[in-house]
């Protein structure tokens, strides 16, 4: 298949592994229209927001002008007078105001508030959310919520959060830093012996690379509209690109089994990784529980760029040590991810990034430190190629650095080092089912680039694993960035202490005692009667029987 | 004053199916008494095609044509467990739990045609046209609706199958960082060209020439859009968009699509786009999942152009006007350099 539209081109290059494939399926492989494509070009796919409901309130945050600040009082009274105000949540409503998104992974301490109460470490941290009538009235209310702050000192660079005396951050992580496996201040990474093969290279190159903040910028802002459904559940339409993991942290932080949520989705308007979050879906459903009505949460485009969390900036050092003819025989990275306020899922991105490393070539002897590090800034969080876009935009930066520094032609040099089938890798397993060189080479053929013959002849599937195949003698470990008082046995679970614990009893479970929905002022909504039956715990549920169900 | 071409090349691999929370994926698949096939799912269709993909394999494994499937997600009361669709885990860890699901809707299926035709299951094949026949007897065959029919009103069983796809949690080692964090990988590799105004410091990217390989290309057309779409995105990455233009400062930060800056259509370089296709051994079908990995190439490729270009490093993303004239001034003015 090849054709050309618009100036450009699309081909398949079918002759390549053509033995490892079977061309001949029936529906596989064929460019068949999407499913869903009618609705998407007349515009009737529904989306979160296409399911409005009469009565529908809407939610509004009350967010901190300050990087960092403690809160002294947060004052309602003159906004709970505002035209169409319903009703203005705080932190001791959320059943369990704290949470970290990879819990439902097992990874990580709790270290983020859904509504904060004592203290802000960014600017747009939520403190309030007002619910309203309409969006315009809960704006206005939000304008005269008073809260008191004492402003603290600050830090928004990455490598001045981690000196000593730096602005605390996050008081559960020691000087910032996110602690891995219960044992280090980062995550290791040692290959063989760095040092030794930099003093037997012919050319050390070290390069110091920056990736920016990036918004995801979907066309449908993050949101969630939420309602209570008969039979004591709610319903939550929304744009996640996680199901679960937004229903699972929903059950969580509201202390709810999952059979009393029923969560729709499945059709966003574009997500890159920031749909991931789970923030929308809770304060949603915490809104119709405490009113009895559908509330609606959702960013607007400033939201949406400024405190919704981006891809987080990552600082990388690396040094190479090279020969003379282009090989690479040591690669070293630093590498500093900023996570922001909270951890999100930026720990988790660094072991995807460790394991990466060092890009796809075959190199002797390989040493990161990679550190996830707390700043005053918006939470970080998953965007496309997360953990590895801001290393590969280092690695090969650096790697045309080595070309000039060698005098080789930038692709030849690609070739010569890639990894091949059957070759080490610093993670420790075999390489298999590699294409890197192929790729190289189809591009070098387009652009009329000539490699030198050996090079051009070359291919993933041979000359690899032998000698290549084999762990390095000796590898240099070492104990730098110990941490103590945190428990071995996982990522990064702290022993003792549980700080998640003291959130709770603000608000009593409503499994046991369910929050009065306040009346409206329309009079709208009806209160959820409480439960009768006795708590059921155990796996998700699969009925279909919902006559809430909207499509 | 004057436009400098340059040329950037840049390669790279990306992992498929990260697998350190060991994250299954969950398929369901039923057949109505007319023989169409409902998928189930919790997967999230975030616009890359997560239906129409799980569809295809699904009309594949069932070996009905794909008109005959239909797939339904995400209601959490009638998809099963999915956390979703990220870390390009959606065509691989849900494909395989589809392909799961729908081979034992498939064995049923043939189990009731078998018993309609009055021979072992084990000889019957399908033609993925809607009939399913003796092997090497297309003549002794049966419709799969008649066999859904028979199914369902003279033999009572249910043309169904569940599936999951789990990798087992990889621990990781604190000491080496020794681990299984996925089992496969894409490739790309990414030529592109740039002009460079050393008056303004404004960099065009004006042509790409790429080549992905992304396993089996399930959906020729998705993985196109997804290597253009991607590509745009990498090219917004290099040299317009961030949230912070002064990071670690957090002033000037944009609030509107006014002030955060993208490529709009009239800055569009023309791609040209070769897809290779090694199968994965544990990817649907061998896919391995283009979404993420497509946008990765262009920023380096474009940071190198430039110092092909005039002769300067932008080590530090987006590559601004500013950041390319404070470089050339500090230089003393382009100096090209025409590597490749």
New interface residues.
Partial sequence: ?TDMV?????????E??RD??DDN????????????IPGHVTGRSPFFDDHLFDGLLHMRCVRSPH?HARLRRIDTAEAEKMPGVVRILQGRDVPRNLNTL?S??D?GIDDEPLLSDTKVAY?GEPVAAVIAQTEAQARAAVQKVRVEWDPLPHV???EEAIKPGAPVVLDIYPNNKFV??G??DH?????GDVEAAFRGADHIVE?????????Q?PIETCGAIAAPEQNDRYVCYTS??????S?GTASKVLTMP?SR?????????????G??DSIHEPLAILGAMLTGRAVKYAWD??EE??VGA?RG?ERWYLKDGVMRDGRIVARKFTGYF?SGAYTRLSS?AI??G???LP??YTIPNVY?DVYCVY?N??PAT?M???G??AV??A???H???V??VVGM???DL?ILN??RDGDMK????IA?????I???Q???Q??G?TLSPALAAAASTRDGGGARAALPAF?A?DEGGRVSGFK?TN?AKKGGRQPDMPGVPAYQSPRTAPPTPNPSPQGGGEPTPPPATPVRTGA???????GF?RR | MALHTG?????????IG?N????PSQA?VHANPDGKFTVAL??????Q?M??VT???A??TL?V??EDV??D???????????????SRGTHRMGNAVIMAAKEARSVMLDAAAEELEVDPADLVTD?RGNIHVKGAPSRSITTMAAAQAAQFKQGRTIAGRGIFLIPLSE?D?????????S??A?????VTVEVDDETGEVTVTDM?????VG???????V?QQL?G?AW?GMS?AAW????PY????DH?????NS?I?PGPGDLA????????????DGP???KGP???C???V???V??AV?DAVGV?I????VTPEKVLRALQAQGGAKP?R??
Wanted: with cysteine.
């Fill in positions: 298949m618009g100036g450009n081109m699309f081909e398949m290059r079918k390549f592994f490892e494939r399926l029936n529906e596989v492989g064929k460019p068949t229209r999407r499913q869903d990087h990879l439902l992974l990874f600017k928004l660079d990455v891995y496996h044992k280090y995550q290791k990474l040692r290959f390069g110091r690379y920056q990736m920016s903040p990036i918004e910028a996640t690109q996680g199901l679960f993991f229903l999952s949520l029923h969560f729709i989705g499945g059709t966003v308007g574009g997500g890159f990784g749909k991931v485009r400033e760029m400024q981006p900036a900023d988790y072991i995807k460790v394991g990466h890009g796809p990161a700043t800034r918006t998953a496309r190629g997360f590895i876009t590969d935009f690695i090969e930066t790697m045309d650095k070309a000039d032609n930038p692709i690609r890639a990894y610093a993670h420790r397993r298999k089912n590699c294409a890197l192929e790729c190289a189809v591009v070098a387009k652009a680039v590898t470990t071995s990522y998700m549920r699969f009925s279909s029987l919902s169900r | 040329r950037g090349f840049a390669a790279i691999n990306y992992p990260m350190l929370g060991g994250d369901l919790s997967a999230i269709d975030l616009g095609g239906k129409s569809r295809q394999i009309a594949e070996g044509p794909v239909y797939v997600t995400a209601d959490s009361d009638t998809g099963p467990h999915d956390m979703g669709s990220f870390a993925g990781v604190p000491d080496t960082g020794e681990m299984t964090p996925v496969t990988f490739h790309a590799a990414m030529l020439q790429s080549a992905y390989e089996r290309a399930l959906n020729p057309r998705l196109e253009r991607g995105m990455h968009e961030t949230t912070e990071y670690p400062a957090r930060g944009p609030v509107d699509f955060y993208m023309p791609h040209h786009i070769s897809v290779l296709e090694r199968p994965a051994a079908y061998g896919g979404g993420e990995m946008a990765n190439p920023l380096p490729a940071v190198n110092f490093r080590d530090e993303l987006p350099r590597r490749l």
